[in-house]
């Protein structure tokens, strides 16, 4: 047996041998341009993972990448230590793949990402703190996933060198507007294409969209929507004004305050009208007035 022929001193130094033989052979690999199967590695930094029809994330990533490419795949989970061994990951593009979540911790480890793309996915929810480690990140992308209508309190929270955040064409009705305090250095919302309700809760991120009207993209907000509460009617953004939310300071509803707004353009379209009928009925009017008078004087004679 092998193992009553090796002096016991023996034992420790192979189990501490082990990973280091691990570390040194990964290293060779890495040095050896290593690429996963299906990838290509068009340079020292860079695995192009993309549209290659994968359903999970690739084993054997040369630890020192830098940029990781996996978009226009069918993968639908990240494991959350998948990103443990690529400290150096400055470049995460995972558009186009079928995340449902993101599991907490994931990012824990990826402090110096500075572009980071989940869009066109199938995230429901951005879970408070996911991005607590993010502190690098200046591009975020969460576009395109229409079922994700829940940005919770503390989600952007980290995000301090945040430039860009895309949040179009997803599933929200609303947006609570401090959970974008923590990014000063925000210069790009987007925001279009989205569900948005106009309740009361919609007031302030109407009110933040006004202000910052410069971090929208040019044009967009005046072609949105918004629904209403009780009969789903569309109405777009660009007829709204921080007066139209007044009566959320009061008891009347939006929809009433529409309902006033418009029933005020309806009597002044007919007060219109009504005066139009009136300066073509009034010299009418004048003529007959006149004829009258006329067969009177007749009668006379
Ligand atoms: C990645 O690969 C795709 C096609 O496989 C190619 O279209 C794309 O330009 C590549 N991107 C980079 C940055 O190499
Ligand atoms: C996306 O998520 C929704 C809601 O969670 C689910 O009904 C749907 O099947 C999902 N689609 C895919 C392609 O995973």
């Keep these: 047996m092998v193992h009553a022929t090796t002096p016991l001193t023996m034992i420790p130094c192979i189990n501490w041998l082990q990973p280091l033989l691990a570390l040194i052979s990964s290293t060779l690999l890495t040095r050896g341009h290593n690429c996963p199967s299906s990838c290509m590695c068009p340079d020292h930094h860079t695995v192009n993972c993309t549209g290659q029809g994968l ?56 402090s110096r990402l500075v572009f980071l793309d989940l869009g066109s996915n199938n995230l429901t929810e951005i879970s408070s703190g996911i991005f607590e480690d993010s ?52 210069k790009v919302l987007r925001l279009e294409g989205n569900p948005w309700l106009c309740d009361c809760h919609f007031a302030k991120l109407f009110a933040w969209m006004k202000e910052n009207e410069d971090k929208l993209p040019m044009g ?21 004004s921080e007066d139209s939310f007044r009566e959320c300071r009061s008891t009347l509803s939006l929809t009433d305050y529409l309902i006033v707004i418009f029933s005020g353009i309806s009597v002044s379209v007919a007060a219109i009208i009504a005066s139009f009928c009136l300066a073509s009925i009034v010299p009418c009017f004048q003529r007959l007035k006149r004829g009258f008078k006329g067969d009177e004087e007749e009668g006379i004679d």
């Design 55 to 110: 359903t999970r994330v690739p084993d054997a990533i040369p630890l020192n990448v830098r940029r990781l490419l996996l978009s226009n795949n069918w993968i639908p989970w990240i494991p959350s230590d998948f990103l443990v061994l690529y400290s150096d990951l400055v470049y995460l593009d995972l558009r186009n793949n079928c995340l449902s979540q993101l599991e907490p911790g994931t990012l824990s480890t990826s």
């Design 135 to 186: 502190t690098s990140l200046i591009k975020l992308r969460l576009g395109n996933n229409p079922f994700l209508s829940m940005i919770d309190k503390d989600a952007f929270s980290g995000l301090t060198s945040l430039r860009e955040l895309e949040l179009e064409g997803n599933g929200l009705t609303g947006l609570d507007v401090s959970v974008l305090k923590p990014l000063l250095y925000l």
């Design 220 to 240: 967009k907000l005046l072609k949105e929507w918004c629904s209403l509460p009780l009969d789903g009617q569309r109405v777009p953004l660009s007829l709204l």
